[in-house]
């Protein structure tokens, strides 16, 4: 019986880490690609740096110095590349592996941000938000670049 056991708790373990990888993966929008500068990603009310390799979640802060560039990447193959002195905010982020829908917003409150949107514009045009100080810009599967100057944060 106790030869029964051992390997009944490995498997329930391996398990066990299995399910919270998956959980992790879920939560994680993106990856920082490219990192230069001054650059932190904020979360939870604490700070660490914009490392390349670095996972982005939903309610991250990206925040660039007056030397700071970040290049990130989500899950949908969205690419953002915020330029130095940015504050940007994931706010949702939401995206189906399989019929590429999804959601995503984000609010630029400084600084610039070159976007080249991803599989969620193409299938759910209604479904890509970019918020400024100012404007909010729905998107339909196309590059730009905000400008949100040196807003208040």
Avoid: C, W, Y
């Avoid at 982005?56 to 560039?69: F, K, M, N, P």
């Avoid at 592996?97 to 080249?116: F, Q």
Wanted: proline share 3%.
């Amino acid at each position: 019986m106790k030869m029964l056991i051992r390997p009944l708790a490995t498997l329930a373990l391996i398990t066990a880490a299995l399910l919270q990888a998956s959980a992790l993966a879920a939560d994680t929008a993106g990856t920082i690609k490219t990192s230069r500068g001054e650059a932190e990603i904020i979360r939870d009310g604490s700070r660490q740096p914009a490392t390349v390799g670095a996972a982005l979640q939903v309610s991250d802060s990206i925040v660039t110095g007056a030397d700071g560039v970040v290049g990130m990447t989500l899950r949908d193959n969205t690419r953002l590349t915020a330029g130095p002195n940015t504050t940007m905010d994931l706010n949702t982020f939401r995206f189906d592996r399989t019929t590429h829908a999804g959601e995503m917003d984000a609010s630029v409150k400084r600084g610039s941000l070159s976007v080249i949107s991803g599989k969620i514009a193409k299938a759910s045009p209604d479904g890509v938000q970019f918020r400024t100080p100012t404007v909010t810009l729905g998107v339909r599967g196309t590059e730009f670049i905000i400008d949100a100057g040196t807003g208040a944060e």
